[in-house]
């Protein structure tokens, strides 16, 4: 999906502190993926992330390669580096294991969560209803993210939350394409059921809230892949 005649993405400028300088960088552009930032079509040049992040080239591609090693970016031609493109396969395949990983922390995260992870999430599921009213894409996928790594995180499990990055690092550039076909609108209301099952403490309605989720993004994706 990527146009390799597309302008390279202007970012702002955000310095990166020294000292784990390349963690840093790698750090700052997975949060860049997984918000949106970076969108299919869209292309980032190397000396564009260097100049937003204040730091030389090189630090910039190595925390690029682990990307593209990974599989979440890809080269598109010369210094330009963009998301690869969706199969149908790939997004089959990661449904199934987004369905079976993302539930799974969900349900171990059903008793840790406190009655501040509640309202946090209910303040973010009104922030979304907003973003949506308002057409805001970007608002809405960094709520998207935030509520589910709020819940996903609350798990207790390290491996199993990077996984599940590892996962949305390839599958949420995609997210960005959901805002015409008017998936948001559906993706909030599964959000309020998970809501409100974490509220009651029903795993199977957490599951149900969860998959459906999960199920109707991809749904969507996957007719326009065809």
């Known amino acids: 999906m990527s146009d390799p005649g597309a302008k ?3 970012l702002p400028v955000m310095p990166v502190k020294r000292g784990t300088l390349q963690d840093e960088i790698y750090r700052r552009v997975c949060d860049l993926i997984l918000d949106g930032e970076i969108a299919p079509g869209q292309l980032v040049t190397i000396q564009g992330l260097a100049d937003a ?3 030389s080239a090189m630090p910039v591609r190595e925390a690029l390669q682990r990307l593209t090693t990974a599989k979440a970016l890809t080269v598109i031609s010369g ?4 998301i690869p493109k ?3 396969d790939l997004l089959t395949d990661l449904r199934r294991v987004r369905l079976e990983v993302e539930t799974l922390a969900a349900v171990w995260a059903l008793a840790c969560l406190t009655s501040d992870d509640i309202a946090r999430l209910d ?3 009104i922030l979304m209803d907003g973003a949506i009213a308002d057409g805001d894409v970007k608002r809405y996928l960094h709520g998207n993210r935030e509520f589910h790594f709020k819940i996903y995180s609350a798990s ?3 491996v199993l939350l990077g ?3 590892t996962l949305w690092l390839r599958i949420s550039p995609f997210f960005n394409l959901l805002h015409e076909a008017g998936n948001y609108g559906v993706a909030n209301a599964a959000h309020k059921q998970i809501l409100q099952a974490l509220r009651v403490g029903d795993p199977k309605a957490l599951e149900r809230g969860i998959r459906s989720d999960i199920g109707n993004a991809a749904e969507v994706l996957e007719r326009m892949l065809k």
């Open 86 to 88: 969706l199969s149908l």
């Open 163 to 165: 996984l599940i990055e």
């Open 8 to 10: 390279p993405l202007t």
């Open 123 to 125: 303040h973010l599921v």
């Open 79 to 82: 210094r330009s580096i963009g």
């Open 53 to 55: 992040f204040g730091v």
């Open 156 to 158: 207790g499990s390290e």
